[in-house]
């Protein structure tokens, strides 16, 4: 049976997304996004399932490194959770002097916190659920978690549904060692990775391979490049799949400019969004355009 790592302990939003994406996959968790990574290079896992970015605290930065460095991964599938917390500790909340989680957890009750637990010190731990087991452990007091926790972690429920922002949502992906890929739907996103070269307009001529086609971008995330002060990686997320023309002339265009583009994977959207096509950037535009060069190298054309 092909097994899932996740991010876990037992009881994190991405055990619960990767239960949403999984099909008879076993799911098991490891304590990292880094070893969720390291097992599908090792050969332990066949699929990795980890957060990548979220609506108010941005991208998760372990999983850009990890995807940019080492052996190649592929995204596959995402899921989009809404996210709001619950909060777990061991007694009454006036005993509340410390309340962990994962940073990003954090960030996003800090008003919350601020309002309803004023005396307690937020303290980052790896995940949610990694902060309900110190809870238990009584290394600290409460834990700000996902909502599933409570099934794992018998502790008393101080709050539930908080959350700062209340359309919060978290992007998940399942990674997958290079492969076939998923076919394409209409509502597809493809993410690579590439280092612009140190020179005026580098980055803007990459971008300018995607604006020129038409292609509407998702995201973009720099991150230094370690060792090298100064020098980043982008990530660029943009509308479409690899098997279009379009998407697969931009990225020729990206690796004849930049040979050390990585491609991160084209797969379905979670949300459904159909890709935005601009006039004379649809698929069958750049086939017919094609087509008609074709036929003048040809001499066809009266
Ligand atoms: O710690 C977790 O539960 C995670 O899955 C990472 C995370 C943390 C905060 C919001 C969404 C995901």
């Not at 997304?17 to 076993?26: N, V």
């Not at 962990?100 to 731990?125: G, K, M, T």
């Not at 959350?163 to 597809?188: I, M, N």
């Not at 720099?222 to 990225?251: C, Q, S, T, W």
Request: aromatic share 6%; hydrophobic share 45%; charged share 25%.
């Amino acid at each position: 049976m092909s097994r899932i790592a996740y991010f876990g302990p037992q009881g994190t939003f991405t055990e619960q997304a990767a239960r949403s994406l999984a099909g008879d996959e076993e799911l098991f968790p490891v304590e990292t996004i880094s070893a969720a990574l390291t097992s599908v290079r090792k050969g332990e896992a066949d699929a990795a399932c980890v957060p990548v970015e979220n609506s108010v605290e941005g991208p998760v930065t372990a999983t850009l490194d990890g995807l940019a460095e080492e052996a190649p991964l592929v995204a596959v599938a995402e899921a989009l959770l809404p996210v709001h917390f619950t909060v777990l500790a061991r007694e009454d909340v006036e005993t509340v002097r410390t309340v962990a989680s994962h940073p990003h957890a954090l960030a996003q009750v800090r008003l919350w916190l601020e309002r309803n637990l004023p005396e307690a010190r937020p303290v980052v731990a790896s995940s949610t659920a990694a902060a309900a087991v110190a809870v238990q452990r009584g290394e600290y007091d409460a834990a700000v978690t996902a909502p599933v926790a409570v099934e794992h972690y018998p502790l008393r429920v101080l709050a539930t549904g908080v959350a700062d922002v209340p359309d919060a949502r978290t992007r998940f992906l399942l990674l997958r060692p290079p492969g076939r890929l998923p076919e394409p739907t209409g509502a597809d996103r493809t993410s690579i990775v590439a280092a612009a070269a140190n020179r005026t307009g580098a980055l803007a001529e990459l971008l300018s391979e995607l604006a020129t086609r038409g292609i509407n971008l998702t995201r973009l995330d720099a991150r230094p490049i370690k060792g090298n002060f100064g020098m980043y990686r982008f990530f660029i997320d943009f509308e479409g799949h690899v098997a279009e023309p379009r998407i697969g002339g931009a990225l020729a265009a990206l690796r004849r400019r930049c040979n050390n583009v990585r491609f991160l994977g084209s797969h379905p959207r979670a949300d459904g969004v159909a890709a935005t096509i601009e006039p004379g950037a649809a698929n069958d535009d750049f086939v017919n355009a094609d087509a008609w060069v074709d036929a003048v190298r040809k001499g066809e054309l009266a």
